[in-house]
């Protein structure tokens, strides 16, 4: 799924307006990693930076994926972290009649359609094979032949309009995606009756006034289909800054399996000034071994989003700020 570079992109939609809300929506499938940690301080530092609130938000959406403690663990974490957030946490385990809802409302506008493909039969088609685990199966403009044999209960997907979808990052600059060329109509709510990630995040980040979405690039892919399901449900569009993806050297991201331990060794003052350096800042030396909170406090004084401006990603071990193989955008 590729999220290009746009020449034109203009915007159509009204953009959330009135004091910056942030937030930050872990999905509690294993503990924080350094990339989570860089997500999380780089969302907080945007919001304090702009004297704004920071939220938190458990994405519990996924219960198979999910692993027992882990949401506990994810906010522990965050408090040993000294990332302070504003208001109650929100799980989206307790929102289903939110997203049932809003996927009335698409219903209502013609906006959806049922899918009775199965897994197997989409990814058997030619440019589902070489997609990578986790991203969204392409989906035909028309369903497949029904599989013989029983019966199922159908997904619901969203009928995507046909053209490219603009948007602006305040770090990457006007881009723009091709979601019916490239994934086609998406999953609002699986055959399992479990919402899809697109479908709650959208319905969220309304419900909770968030004004600035600040997210790993990881999720770059999923933002022209969220302003799809926003413009049809009438919801404000977010501002967006996509933060640097911390990967490898070989390239491969971090994972919450093997790269969490790793967070949990190091003293929190330290990750949290890596953190701050692998956002492009400058914290001074001598602030390593200082608290996360002086550090964050610094950070939040000299936050400068444009020190890693064009940047998808970086290798975690290799980081410097004047480091020249840094995956830029052409400008
Ligand atoms: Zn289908």
């Not at 499938?29 to 350094?34: E, M």
């Not at 109650?88 to 939110?98: I, N």
């Not at 790269?259 to 953190?275: F, L, M």
Request: glycine residues 8%; hydrophobic residues 40%; aromatic residues 6%.
């Amino acid at each position: 799924m590729s999220v290009a570079k746009s020449s034109s992109a203009t915007a159509t939609t009204s953009i959330a307006d009135g004091p910056y809300r942030g937030r930050f929506a872990p999905s509690p499938s294993g503990p924080l990693h350094f990339g989570s940690l860089v997500a999380a301080a780089g969302s907080f530092l945007d919001a304090r930076a702009h004297g704004g609130e920071w939220l938190v938000r458990i994405e519990d959406l996924d219960p198979p994926r999910e692993r027992p403690g882990a949401a506990d663990s994810i906010l522990q974490t965050l408090e040993l972290f000294a990332l302070d957030w504003d208001g109650p946490v929100l799980r989206q385990s307790e929102r289903a009649a939110f997203y049932a809802a809003a996927l009335e409302q698409l219903r209502s506008l013609h906006a959806t359609r049922r899918c009775d493909c199965s897994r197997t039969q989409l990814k058997a088609l030619p440019r589902n094979r070489t997609r990578p685990p986790g991203e969204e199966l392409f989906h035909p403009p028309v369903c497949l032949a029904p599989e013989a044999g029983r019966p199922r209960p159908a997904a619901e997907r969203f009928r995507v309009p046909a053209g490219p979808v603009e948007f602006v990052d305040r770090s990457l600059g006007a881009l723009t995606s091709d979601v019916a060329q490239e994934v086609g109509d998406f999953v609002l709510q699986r055959r399992d009756g479990h919402f899809a990630y697109q479908l709650a995040v959208v319905v969220d980040d309304a419900s909770q006034g968030i004004t600035d979405v600040v997210r790993g690039a990881d999720l770059l892919s999923s933002t022209a289909r969220q302003i799809l399901v926003q413009r049809c449900l009438g919801l404000p569009q977010p501002r967006y800054l996509h933060l640097p993806l911390a990967v490898r050297a070989d390239g491969a991201k971090l994972s919450k399996s093997t790269d969490a331990p790793g967070i949990a060794r190091s003293p929190p003052a330290t990750q949290a000034w890596r953190a701050l350096a692998f956002l492009g800042q400058r914290p001074p030396p001598e602030l390593e071994g200082a608290a996360p909170r002086e550090v964050w406090a610094w950070g939040v004084a000299h936050w400068n989003p444009v020190m890693f401006a064009g940047i998808r990603s970086h290798d975690v071990a290799g980081w410097s700020p004047t480091a020249p193989d840094r995956q830029r955008d052409p400008q």
